[in-house]
Structure formats: structure tokens, C-alpha cells
């Protein structure tokens, strides 16, 4: 996108609130939380059948994705994306779906990636991957900007990465990718892995020492109740403390300080020097009251929560001529009456409400 594309806003749409959250300009919610990440879906489709995100059972081969028409374009994410930096957020992450199916992805890459702040400085650009088509696109990924990549890998075993992935797809191949992202540069590298008991929290242990060895930062999370399609129990719930007891049986830990108020997981140090590992605990330990995070699915809905069951509709007015101020007045407005607190207030009633599925949010 050329700097001429970037908008123009009204000088309101950077200057409402969060302040007092992070000390920086931009949007706050009705908790006080400032709208700093957005996360882009730009695709629903994905190559993979993980059972707690698209169970084979019923996301079957004649499963019904978007119709092509219906997805944003790789312009009108950039367009949107440049009103989200408008008006305060500094992460871009790129998800699906699996990101990689979408064709011409380093087109979108490149163009995310020459947005900037209102004050001129860089985004934080990543993306999350299955790491499954990372092989091919790990050098034209970097040479287009991308910053860093997130690798979601449930197991080195083979037969247990086969019944977490649901299609068999082979470990090395993703090991392959990952070696091909460090070869082009993208750093560091996040290994996030969802933990699901009666699957494979066997594979912790294997899957901590792997990452100390090849100095990867790796990330357990707990197994969430996104959408109503996993059949998701709390009872499969390996939670943070047991994967830390496990971790620290092994090699002792200790707790550091958070990079960044927002940042959703919890931090530890191995004390021999082996590095770093993390828990994502949004069942066990909630951090919702820190959440600053939006979505932006790939048909142009605006989620404001990952257990959301209805957003905003942003395709509607981008294709009907709204302008960038426009466009940024709804995403505002939106953000501002923003209350969301799922993982805080998650009961029996509130895990039967309307919840939108994780890959077609964007995770």
C-alpha cells in the first residue's frame, strides 16, 4: 500500500481514551482496555481437521467454505488493517483458517507491512501457521516483511500429531518448515501447542526439550470451549499448573515479569539457561481484564472477543463507498462499548450461549 492510500482520519480517532491503560493513544473499551492487536483471518479454509478446532465429523470434505466472493480481498484487508493502525493498533497478526492457503499471501504481506503508526513508526507484523505450506513460503514470507511466524505443533509423534491434525499430515514435514522459517530469518519462532488430555499430554515433556534444544519459545495452551464444535469438558482440561509441574519436575522454573501489559501468556525462565516456555491459560487463569485484542474474519466481520457470537459487519460499508473516517467511527464505536469478559465469567449458562467456530474467526 502506498503512503498516499494510508487515511485520513479526524483527529478524535486517535486521541479517545486507552491512556490510561498503556499510555498510548487510541480506543478504549468499556473496561478501559485499548484496542493494540488485531488479528486478520484471511481465510476460513485450512488443510487440517484438529479436533478441538474442525473436527473431521462434521467439517467433512463437502464442507461448505465461503464463497470466494464473499472473502475480502487482499486490498480491502489493507485498507482496513491501515484504519485499525489509525486509530491504535500496533500488532498485526495474520491467521486463518491456515493463512497459507491463501493465494498470493506475500501480496498482503508486503502491504501490511508498509503501514505504519501515526507517529511513523513500524507495526508488529506475525503470523500463525499450521506450518504445513511453510517450506515453499518461508523466503517469500521475509523478503515481503513479515516479521515472525507462530507454529502450531501439537506433538512430535507422529501418530499423535496424525489424530491432532485429522488428516495424518507427517510431523517432518512441519519440522521442515519451521527449519526453512529460521533458515529465511523470521525470529524468533513460537511453537504454541493445545494441550488436550487423553491426546497428547504425553507429548509435553518430548515437545519442551525439543524447543530447548533448537532454542525455540514454546507456549502449552489449554484446551478452550471456542465455538460448538469440539464437544469441549472442562474434565480435558490439562491445566497450566499441571503442565508446569510437569515442565519443572524436569527442569526447575521460575516466573518472569510480563513484555507487555496485554500479554496473554504466562512466562518462565528454566534456571539452567534453557531458555524460555509459556502457558496460555484462559480456562484456569483468565486474563480478560488485560485483553486487547480485535478480529477481523476473513468475510469482514469485526469480533471483539474469541467466544464472541455476533460482530460487526465491515464488508457491508467498505463496498458500499464508506470512507476510511467512516469506517473507523464504526470500528470506535464498537470498541468503546466493548464488555466482553467470557473466560472470566465462563459458567455452564455462559458455554451454552451462540459462539462463533475458532477457524472461521480467526483463533
Known amino acids: 500500500m502506498q503512503e498516499s492510500d494510508e487515511p485520513q482520519l479526524p483527529a478524535e480517532a486517535t486521541a479517545v481514551g486507552g491512556a490510561a491503560f498503556d499510555g498510548l493513544p487510541g480506543v478504549a473499551d468499556a473496561l478501559g482496555r485499548a484496542l493494540r492487536d488485531l488479528r486478520i483471518s484471511v481465510t476460513d479454509r485450512c488443510n ?43 500488532k498485526l497478526r495474520i491467521t486463518g483458517g491456515e493463512p497459507l492457503v491463501r493465494r498470493d499471501l506475500p501480496v498482503l504481506v508486503a502491504q501490511l507491512a508498509a503501514l505504519r503508526t501515526p507517529d511513523g513508526g513500524p507495526l508488529d507484523l506475525t503470523l500463525t501457521t499450521n506450518g504445513s505450506g511453510l517450506l515453499p513460503l518461508a523466503v517469500p514470507l521475509a ?21 491432532m491434525n485429522g488428516v495424518d499430515f507427517p510431523v517432518s514435514r512441519v519440522l521442515d518448515g519451521i527449519a526453512a522459517a529460521r533458515s529465511a530469518g523470521l525470529a524468533p519462532i513460537k511453537i504454541n501447542t493445545v494441550v488436550r488430555r487423553g491426546l497428547n499430554e504425553a507429548s509435553i515433556l518430548p515437545l519442551a526439550r525439543w524447543a530447548r534444544d533448537e532454542g525455540l519459545v514454546l507456549r502449552f495452551i489449554e484446551y478452550m470451549d471456542v465455538g460448538h464444535s469440539n464437544g469441549w469438558r472442562l474434565d480435558d482440561v490439562v491445566s497450566a499448573d499441571e ?8 527442569w526447575p522454573l521460575e516466573p518472569l515479569a510480563a513484555d507487555y501489559r496485554g500479554e496473554v501468556a504466562g512466562r518462565y525462565r528454566y534456571l539452567d539457561g534453557g531458555g524460555e516456555v509459556g502457558v496460555i491459560a484462559s480456562v484456569t487463569r483468565p486474563f480478560c481484564g488485560d485483553c486487547t485484542r480485535a478480529r477481523l474474519a476473513a468475510d469482514g466481520m469485526l469480533y471483539t472477543c474469541l467466544f464472541a ?8 460499508p467498505l463496498r458500499a463507498g464508506a470512507s476510511d473516517g467512516e469506517l473507523a467511527a464504526l470500528i470506535r464505536a464498537t470498541w468503546s462499548a466493548r464488555a466482553d469478559r467470557y473466560s472470566e465469567l465462563r459458567s455452564a449458562a455462559t458455554s451454552r450461549l451462540p459462539k462463533i467456530e475458532m477457524f472461521a474467526l480467526g483463533g
Open 48 to 90: 487440517f481437521r484438529c479436533p478441538y478446532c474442525m473436527p473431521a465429523e462434521i467439517f467433512g470434505r463437502d464442507f461448505a467454505f465461503l464463497p470466494h466472493a464473499q472473502v475480502l480481498t487482499l486490498e480491502e484487508i489493507a485498507r482496513l488493517a491501515a484504519v485499525f493502525a489509525a486509530i491504535g493498533a500496533r
Open 143 to 163: 523478503e515481503a516483511g513479515l516479521a515472525r511466524i507462530t507454529v502450531s505443533l501439537d506433538s512430535l509423534d507422529d501418530a499423535v500429531f496424525g489424530a
Open 243 to 250: 503442565i508446569l509441574a510437569v515442565l519443572g519436575a524436569a
Open 309 to 316: 457470537g455476533s460482530g460487526l459487519d465491515l464488508k457491508t
